[in-house]
């Protein structure tokens, strides 16, 4: 089949990557693809806005699905558009999408399926909202109800700080629209994991337990970025949490969702804290995660074209179905391997950052079976080198039989990929490696 890929960063090359390897693709055509990507997919230069404008691209290459990997298109609906058009979409239609593009929503699906969340309440009224984080004590959390580019959320230490954050979204409207609703909430303690479930709005498939690292710097230290580094699978993540996931999260939302006319596919992703009273929804995505996906996507055995066809018709449960006696072997299983994706930013970044810088190193991985190195922020220069495009440009990516081996490859990698300001942390899976090692 064809595949129409939507995106064009680090998320998006290891879905086309993983795409290139399923026996059931024959080509990917991933509109403005950074170079990366290139490697895996036609990547004509074009320019498509609207959803409308997708559709009719989609319909044009003859495509047989459309996999979409960044929330702000399936908010606009995207999905919607491709669908009604007869073409089968990977991805949640626009209301689907609102588990991610509204916070408020998000809380009120909990809500009403008794999912296991951190207590809040949604406001447009600074003073109401005041008193609310007041009642709750110190630290709150304060969170800007729709999709304000990873940015929305504030931790305030202070009554000071919980003041400036509301006033920033309530009376200054500093997301526009997105911030007209807050949500305020009470602050979790816990370690943090990712879990990417595959869907058909029926049957529930959970990848293997991620972990995030959204910190700049070494020992979660400095400010919040889009993420700095990802490996997989969480330890954090015991059986017995990613079953309590499944069974308390996953399936009631996508039941609940069903229950409001809500035919939910593609990707749930759920952002969760253990805390030691057990697993709190942080956040629900739509999407595959950025840099989790990167981890994830090797570690998947078969073919992950054929996997999301599947949950576009309704057949997820023929291909993950568990074994038991007289059924057919589960199609689609978790390789029990480790994986590790170290993000090379820019200089400055999370903060202002320059671009265009020569990237030299990139076929460092060519010859590894178990490595490669995914682009985010990259763009083609004109004498055919790469250049930098982003404040996160690269996501170098290792797996193997140990989270060791992973780690030691991805450094390695490390010392032979160079740009002029490039930075990365020294310290990706330290909370997995110290769980072995304890100090
Ligand atoms: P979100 O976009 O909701 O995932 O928030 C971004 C980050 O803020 C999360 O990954 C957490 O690190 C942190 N965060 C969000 N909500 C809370 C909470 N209720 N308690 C503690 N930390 C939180
Ligand atoms: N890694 C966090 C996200 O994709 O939202």
Known sequence: MRVLLVGNGGREHAIAWRLRRSKSVTEIVCPNGNPGIAREAQTPRVVLQTPAEWAAFALECQCDLVVVGPEAPLAAGVGDACEDRGIAVFGPRADGARIESSKAFAKDVMQAAGIPTARSEAFSDYDKALDYGRSLGLPVVVKADGLAAGKGVA?????????????????????????????????????????????????????????????????????????????????????????????????????????????????????????????????????????????????LDGDLGELMLACCE??????????????????????????????????????????????SGLNAADDDSRAVIFHAGTVAGADGEVLTAGGRVLGLTAWGASLEAARDRVYELAGKVSFEGCHFRHDIAHRALSRRNPA
Request: include cysteine.
């Open 155 to 299: 931790i305030c230490e202070t009554g000071e700080q919980l003041a400036g954050a509301l006033a920033e979204n309530l009376k200054d409207g500093r997301f526009g629209d997105a911030s007209r609703t807050v949500l305020v909430e009470e602050f979790l303690r816990g370690e943090e994991v990712s879990i990417l479930a595959v869907t058909d709005g029926q049957e529930v498939f959970p990848l293997v337990p991620s972990q995030d690292h959204k910190r700049a710097l070494d020992g979660d230290l400095g400010p919040n970025t889009g993420g700095m580094g990802a490996y997989a699978p969480a330890p954090v993540c015991t059986d017995e949490i990613l079953s309590a996931a499944l069974t308390d999260v996953l399936r009631p939302a996508i039941r609940e969702l069903a229950r409001r006319g809500i035919a939910y596919k593609g990707v749930l992703y759920a952002g969760l804290m253990v805390t030691d009273d057990g697993l709190r929804v942080l956040e629900f995505n739509c999407r595959f995660g950025d840099p989790e996906t990167q981890v994830v996507l090797p570690l």
């Open 314 to 359: 309704g057949r997820l449960g023929e291909l993950v179905a568990p074994l038991r006696p007289g059924s057919p072997d589960s199609a689609i299983t978790m390789r029990p391997e480790h994986a590790i994706c170290l993000v090379l930013a820019s200089g400055g970044y999370p903060d202002a950052y320059t671009t265009g810088k020569v990237i």
